[in-house]
């Protein structure tokens, strides 16, 4: 059975503090406290820089060592270079968090409304994904609808690069799903980014989406039939406070989950990785 690894964009906001984490809580202890309760997390910070090894080090050293970090391809590859003349960053992006081991899940290609399909941007993605090492995952996010026509499933489909499947506001849901049944790798990429509305208070949950929930659940479900791994992160603006959205969606699909008080009666942190 595919295994659900569903977590937030993100971990450092102090909006989150008292409601996620416990109070007082300083930025340098969330991402142990946000491994208790999450198996993954998709990291923004790589889209714009490539991270030092001490950074690196220091995300291992507060997860558990099963944690799966997916991280964002650096914006220089897909908004400045835009998938060309870009090998020189994508290996140095890539050699430096091939430091993650066996913590490292798919890296996300995430490309710009403004990268339109033409002839010349169709020729750049196939060479893009054809140069990918394949002993990693890979998915791609395209933000303009132009793009989800079968000629870009089958060049994802020929590299095992996974098609991102995003509830946001520049492609319509409606689209997403038919594509869902259509995948284009062995694991499957979702990301929920929310609509028009745009929030500031990331606190709690602000508008109720119980109903789209329960469809991207049921494909979710569908996905795990083909896929061995179906990765999933919710953003803030998705519903306002995405760790509610995680959960929330964690028991739609049955999954265990932890809440946040079951762990905040805990007064000392230890170290998941060194533990035998």
């Given at each position: 059975m595919s295994?659900?690894?569903?977590?937030t964009q993100n971990w450092?906001?102090?909006?989150?503090?008292?409601p996620f984490y416990p109070p007082d809580t300083p930025k340098a202890d969330m991402l142990q406290w946000y491994g208790r309760m999450f198996s993954t997390l998709e990291v923004d910070a790589t889209f714009y820089a490539i991270p030092a090894e001490p950074i690196i080090g220091g995300w291992l050293a507060k997860v558990p060592s099963d944690f799966v970090f997916s991280l964002k391809v650096p914006q220089e590859i897909t908004h400045g270079r835009r998938l060309v003349g870009c090998q020189a960053t994508l290996d140095k992006f890539?050699?430096?968090?091939?430091?993650?081991?066996?913590?490292?899940?798919?890296?996300?290609?995430?490309l710009p409304p403004d990268f339109v399909p033409t002839p010349e941007t169709r020729l750049a993605l196939r060479n893009f994904v054809a140069r990918l090492p394949r002993n990693h995952r890979w998915a791609v996010e395209?933000?303009?609808?132009?793009?989800?026509?079968?000629?870009?499933?089958?060049?994802?489909?020929?590299?095992?690069?996974a098609l991102t499947l995003?509830?946001?506001?520049?492609?319509?849901?409606?689209?997403?799903?038919?594509?869902?049944?259509?995948?284009?790798a062995d694991f499957?990429?979702?990301?929920?980014?929310?609509?028009?509305?745009?929030?500031?208070?990331?606190?709690?949950?602000?508008?109720?989406?119980?109903?789209?929930?329960?469809?991207?659940?049921?494909?979710?479900?569908?996905?795990?039939?083909?896929?061995?791994?179906?990765?999933?992160?919710f953003n803030n603006q998705y519903?306002?406070?995405?760790?509610?959205?995680v959960r929330a969606m964690q028991r739609l699909l049955g999954q265990a989950f932890v809440e946040p008080m079951a762990i905040r009666t805990q007064t000392q942190f230890?170290?998941?990785r060194n533990a035998t």
């Open positions: 295994a659900f690894h569903l977590g450092s906001y102090r909006a989150w503090v008292g890539v050699d430096r968090v091939r430091q993650l081991g066996n913590s490292l899940g798919p890296m996300l290609v995430q395209f933000r303009h609808p132009g793009w989800l026509d079968q000629q870009t499933l089958t060049t994802l489909r020929d590299h095992n690069v995003v509830d946001g506001r520049w492609v319509r849901r409606s689209r997403m799903l038919e594509a869902a049944a259509e995948p284009t499957s990429y979702v990301r929920w980014m929310g609509s028009d509305v745009r929030f500031t208070n990331f606190s709690h949950p602000q508008r109720d989406c119980e109903s789209e929930l329960a469809i991207w659940a049921d494909t979710l479900k569908l996905l795990a039939e083909s896929a061995e791994t179906v990765y999933g992160y519903q306002g406070h995405s760790p509610h959205s230890f170290s998941f």
